[in-house]
């Protein structure tokens, strides 16, 4: 069963950071692009962060500086790095895989990702 979930959510102060994490099961990530998106309450889902290989990755304008995408392939797993986070930071995250070779390098399209998680909450909140 092909799965990603997430985890490392959750409440945190502006100026906080978090780490969330994607775990892959049933299927390897090695030839797999990886995209962070996120949902806030009424707005449209955008993309974040991805990543299709080594020295290929994007970032949303709002994210810049503050966001990292990294994957270990060796634990199957994918990370964001979220510093200096802001209360315009809060919604829920998901993470997403896609066929590596397919996958923009400077946007992040959702139609573009053929695996997504559940979903991980940030709130970001004094």
């Known amino acids: 069963q092909v799965q990603l979930v997430e985890s490392g959510g959750g409440l945190v102060q502006p100026g906080g950071s978090l780490r969330l994490s994607c775990a892959a099961s049933?299927?390897?990530?090695?030839?797999?692009?990886i995209g962070w998106f996120r949902q806030a309450p009424g707005k449209e889902r955008e993309g974040v962060s991805c990543?299709?290989?080594?020295?290929?990755?994007y970032y949303s304008d709002s994210v810049k500086g503050r966001f990292t995408i990294s994957r270990d392939n060796a634990k199957n797993t994918v990370y964001l790095q979220m510093n200096s986070l802001k209360p315009e930071d809060t919604a829920v995250y998901y993470c997403?895989?896609?066929?590596?070779?397919?996958?923009?390098?400077?946007?992040?399209?959702?139609?573009?990702?053929?695996?997504w998680g559940q979903g991980t909450q940030v709130t970001v909140s004094s």
């Open positions: 997403a895989a896609g066929i590596a070779r397919l996958i923009s390098t400077r946007q992040c399209l959702t139609r573009e990702f053929n695996y």
């Open positions: 049933g299927f390897t990530l090695d030839y797999y692009g």
């Open positions: 990543i299709r290989s080594v020295g290929s990755t």
